[in-house]
């Protein structure tokens, strides 16, 4: 099994940063794809952003240019840096791993962005 565990989320204004982010821990292949998703009020979950084990990050349009995965493989960790922050990004952020065809998600952490 693997445990997923979020950090980072809470209140920020407009235009602010703010830094989630996600530890791995259980059964854990060296090769995966660790990621955010997020699902705000009324809407679906969505892709934010993933990284492989090798480093290659893949994002969502809409949050190219603001957000920046990173991972540190050693700590079995993925950060999502996310700056210039909208009210439209208020959601509550999942983390994800997929590996070996499974999917496993962590528990979300809320971000809200509201001045």
């Known amino acids: 099994q693997v445990q997923l565990v979020e950090s980072g989320g809470g209140l920020v204004q407009p235009g602010g940063s703010l830094r989630l982010s996600c530890a791995a821990s259980?059964?854990?292949?060296?090769?995966?794809?660790m990621g955010w998703y997020r699902q705000g009020p009324g809407k679906e979950r969505e892709l934010v952003a993933k990284?492989?084990?090798?480093?290659?990050?893949n994002y969502a349009d809409s949050m190219k240019g603001r957000f920046t995965i990173s991972r540190d493989n050693a700590k079995n960790t993925v950060y999502l840096q996310m700056n210039s922050l909208k009210p439209e990004d208020t959601a509550v952020y999942y983390c994800?791993?997929?590996?070996?065809?499974?999917?496993?998600w962590g528990q979300g952490t809320q971000v809200t962005v509201s001045s």
């Open positions: 990284i492989t084990s090798g480093g290659r990050g």
């Open positions: 994800n791993l997929q590996q070996a065809r499974v999917q496993y």
């Open positions: 259980g059964r854990l292949f060296s090769i995966n794809v």
